[in-house]
């Protein structure tokens, strides 16, 4: 069974630039969470979405954004890119709630420069 | 103080030792608890998940809750070279939060 996939797996933008990343969740999971990984940290929740609804937000400004559709994927948009935005994205999904078991992608890593 | 510690190591044994990894957290609404190995430049992959107190055993691993002292551990028996990552702890409440993670290489 395929996993959580994540596109791209790497990119390269400018500072105020915008970037949009997608994420395809294991079939038959119906959420879907957004998490930032710092290179030697571990990862910041950024956004939960469960049945296309928002069900939780980290301590993020408002340049993330998100969405879920109705296959149940999903995109995470930053705009205004700093130079503090480059991380490791990674995208995890869940059956259900954020307390279920998630399951994460490879990630996509993002480099401003 | 982070709501989540956990010491970054790095963390170097030889390969058959036993290993043991920590976190401790402050918030008492932390409900789930689960262990994540995560190899270089790959995601996170879930190894353990726990809901109350005390052991929970899987293969050569082993969690444990004490929630009394908001301590939680993994230990790993008979460390393989392929064990060699970033473990990192995470529990949730309304969100999840994950330790640093601490480096771990198991020399043959």
């Known amino acids: 069974d395929a996993g959580v996939t994540q596109s791209p797996t790497h990119l390269i933008k400018t500072r105020g630039q915008h970037v949009t990343l997608r994420c395809s969740p294991i079939?038959?999971?119906?959420?879907v969470s957004w998490y930032q990984q710092v290179l030697g940290q571990g990862p910041q929740f950024i956004f939960q979405?469960?049945?296309?609804?928002?069900?939780g937000r980290g301590n993020f400004p408002d340049r993330f954004s998100a969405r879920q559709f109705p296959n149940y994927s999903s995109e995470l948009n930053v705009n205004a890119l700093l130079l503090g935005d480059s991380a490791l994205y990674l995208c995890?999904?869940?059956?259900?709630?954020?307390?279920?078991?998630?399951?994460f992608g490879d990630g996509t890593r993002l480099s401003i420069l | 103080q982070k709501e989540v510690e956990q010491d970054p190591g790095p963390l170097s044994v030889p390969e058959g030792a036993i290993v043991s990894l920590n976190c401790t957290y402050s918030?008492?609404?932390?409900?789930?608890f689960m262990w994540y190995r995560q190899y270089s430049r790959k995601g996170p992959e879930l190894l353990m998940y726990?809901?109350?107190?005390g052991n929970k055993e899987d293969g050569r691993f082993t969690a444990q809750v004490d929630k009394s002292s908001k301590y939680i551990s993994l230990f790993i028996r008979d460390s393989q070279p392929s064990d060699s990552a970033t473990y990192l702890c995470?529990?949730?409440?309304?969100?999840?939060?994950f330790g640093a993670g601490t480096r771990l290489t198991v020399k043959p």
């Open positions: 726990t809901y109350s107190s």
């Open positions: 995890a999904s869940s059956p259900g709630t954020l307390n279920q078991p998630q399951h």
């Open positions: 079939s038959g999971h119906k959420s």
């Open positions: 995470a529990m949730s409440s309304n969100d999840m939060r």
């Open positions: 979405y469960y049945e296309k609804e928002e069900r």
């Open positions: 918030n008492s609404a932390f409900q789930y």
